[in-house]
Structure formats: structure tokens, C-alpha cells
């Protein structure tokens, strides 16, 4: 049941913050900042130090909160146990799907391929990430679909509010954005990070199809 939610939510809410804090306390307020903003899918990368103190501040949130970043079995089992409700890879490892699956959390891995796709979608990856998608087109979802119609893929890597509707309008089920958060925290604070969340989730609103 909690897999399916978190599906769910990534369908309709289209926007997922990846969250890298150069500590636990910046990860902390940039994920606060983005959920005032409403965007309440939030991916804690595993490249923050203490990222397990991020993730119990977040355990009992009404936002979905997962792991990325994640490399292998270890880090996915360690994720899961202190709450990540998903788990994010830059790359497709057989070993994170199996521990994913043990315990029915859904598994994004990074795919740039069709023969990574099919090996994951092989696995029971239910949504690819494409990454880094600022190597491609949007257009190259629709291709993708031609041999594999019913893979879900979501684009993270250079994604901004200008193209993120081409992104969706060309059939992703939603987009990792992170850096532009990173850069309005460094400028403006909470409040910049608060707008920059609002811009993207408008944004989204306006790619739906």
C-alpha cells in the first residue's frame, strides 16, 4: 500500500526537490523550504553528510520523503530502515532492486539506455530515471516509449522551469529539480528557496496533460 501511494504521488505531484546540503542542518532547511513551497516529494541525497538525521526529521512529514544518490544494498536497506519511502540511484544496480523489493519501496534507477531500461523494468523498477537528461531532448522519451510504451521515465539533470513542461508535455511522469533550489538558498534563504518551489510547481501545473 505504501508503494502504490508513493507512485501516486509522483504521478500527480510531477516535482521532485533533490536535496544536497553541504550538511544535515542545510538539507534540513532546503526540504523545509521546498515543502512550504509545495513541493512534497523530496529525494535526501546520500552525498549530504548525516543523511540519517535528515531523514528521521522527516519520517513523520506529510511530505514523501526518499533516499538518493544511493549506490548500493547497503545504503538502500540503511535508507529504507530510517524511512525513506523511495530510493533514487544514478545508476541501475540489480542488488538495490532486490533490497527495494524485499521490502516494496519503489526504486528510481539513473538509465541513459533502452538496454538499462529493459534491465530494470526487468527488476520491477516502476519509474527510470534519466540522468542526466540535459544529455537528451524531451523528445527522446516519446522515442523510447515506441519499443517500450509502458515505461515511466522521470528526467533529472538541467531541468528548469522553461523546459520543464516540454519534459512533460513529451510524456515524463515528473522531473528531479534540485540545483536551481541550491542556488536561491545560497542567495536569498528560506524565502528565495520558498519561490523558487512555487515557480516549479506552477510550472508543472501548466505541463499537465
Known sequence: ??????????????????????????????????????????????????????????????AVVGAGTVLDAETARHAILNGAKFVVGPQFSKEVAKVCNRYAIPYFPGCMTIQEMVSALEYGCDVIKLFPANNFKPSFIKSVKGPLPHVQIMPTGGINTDNLCEWLDSGAIAVGIGSDLNKAYATGGHAAVVEASRKYVEAAKQGEV
Open 1 to 62: 500500500m505504501v508503494k502504490a501511494e508513493t507512485l501516486a504521488a509522483i504521478t500527480s505531484s510531477k516535482v521532485v526537490a533533490v536535496i544536497r546540503g553541504s550538511s544535515a542542518e542545510e538539507a534540513i532547511a532546503l526540504s523545509n523550504a521546498a515543502i512550504e513551497g509545495g513541493i512534497h516529494l523530496i529525494e535526501l541525497t546520500y552525498t549530504t553528510p548525516n543523511t540519517q538525521q535528515v531523514l528521521e526529521t522527516f519520517r513523520n512529514s506529510d
